[in-house]
């Protein structure tokens, strides 16, 4: 349903090892926002919540609520570090279209 690369899995595992026992795993959320009208958010997570979709991708625990699965199946979530651009990518074959700037989606 989603692929972590490799260089998202290590950016999650560095991130989850800085939280200590404070998080679990990865949870990944599709909501209304941005100016294409759908946005990611991600954060950490401790525990899944009721309806939720626990996946494991790379040994990271990944948490999805009834919604954002609808939005999700085939994305990618990659890990950029470069001059212009650093932080989580992400290539969605669902979305229709997505604004300028990647941050949201359709």
Same mark, same amino acid.
């Given at each position: 349903?989603?692929?972590?690369? *490799?260089?998202?899995?290590?950016? %999650?595992?560095?991130?989850?090892? !800085?939280?200590?026992?404070?998080? *679990? =795993?990865? #949870?990944?959320?599709? &909501? /209304?926002?941005?100016? /294409?009208?759908?946005?990611?958010?991600? =954060?950490? &997570?401790?525990?899944? #919540? +009721? =309806?939720?979709?626990?996946?494991?991708?790379?040994?990271? #625990?990944?948490?999805?609520?009834?919604?954002?699965?609808?939005? %999700? +199946?085939?994305?990618? %979530?990659?890990? %950029?570090?470069?001059? *212009?651009?650093? !932080?989580?990518?992400?290539?969605? +074959?669902? /979305?229709?279209? #997505? @604004?300028?700037?990647?941050?949201?989606? @359709?």
């Amino acid at each position: 349903m989603i692929e972590l690369t *490799e260089s998202a899995a290590n950016a %999650v595992r560095a991130a989850l090892a !800085g939280a200590g026992e404070h998080a *679990e =795993g990865l #949870r990944i959320v599709v &909501e /209304a926002g941005g100016c /294409a009208g759908l946005q990611y958010r991600m =954060g950490l &997570e401790k525990d899944e #919540r +009721p =309806g939720d979709l626990v996946l494991e991708q790379s040994g990271i #625990r990944l948490y999805l609520d009834a919604l954002t699965q609808r939005h %999700v +199946p085939g994305l990618v %979530v990659d890990f %950029v570090n470069g001059i *212009e651009r650093s !932080g989580f990518v992400f290539d969605n +074959p669902n /979305a229709a279209s #997505r @604004c300028s700037c990647g941050k949201s989606f @359709c």
